[in-house]
């Protein structure tokens, strides 16, 4: 049984030499220069069959998107997209750095949507803008409010900044 990394890596080559490509991981060529749309629909397939077979290992909670093929095509296609970016071998010994770091930040605050939804239509208002930096300085207010610090494990010099 092979982890999802060893699954989705070997996949893409086979795929990749089937068609003829000598891919060489830790090369010069990023695997998304050669690989085409087709190829990804077929690595999408092996790892369909490999998850149903039982070759890829995963958690139990996890049974029931397998068990789902919609939500299993879903997860497979996140997967391998994400070790297309993330895999330093695939990418020429480079970390993947996020195109826009910090942009899903506070997506589940319905105001901050709303907020950054009327930025869109007018950019650069600035009271639009102020109102985006003030609720997100109240988001981080409420999120330092849950971190919950065992005082007695601090060092004593550094006792004095949690206030009880």
Not at 92 to 117: C, F, T, W
Not at 129 to 152: G, P
Request: proline share 2%; with cysteine.
């Amino acid at each position: 049984m092979k982890n999802q990394k060893e699954a989705t890596v070997e996949t893409i080559l086979a795929v990749l030499e089937e068609r003829g490509v000598s891919y060489e991981i830790g090369g010069d060529i990023r695997v998304s220069d050669v690989l085409t749309d087709a190829d990804k629909a077929s690595v999408r397939e092996c790892l369909f069959a490999m998850f149903r077979d039982g070759s890829v290992s995963y958690k139990a909670e996890f049974q029931s998107k397998v068990d789902d093929d919609s939500e299993l095509k879903k997860y497979i296609s996140g997967l391998t997209n994400n070790w297309i970016r993330k895999f330093k071998g695939f990418n020429g010994g480079e970390a993947y750095v996020a195109k826009n770091p910090g942009s899903r930040q506070h997506i589940g605050d319905e105001q901050m949507k709303e907020l950054k939804k009327l930025l869109s239509m007018y950019p650069g208002n600035a009271e639009i803008t102020e109102a985006i930096a003030t609720r997100t300085a109240e988001l981080a207010a409420e999120k330092a409010k849950t971190v919950t610090i065992n005082v007695d494990a601090l060092p004593e010099s550094l006792r004095h900044l949690i206030t009880e």
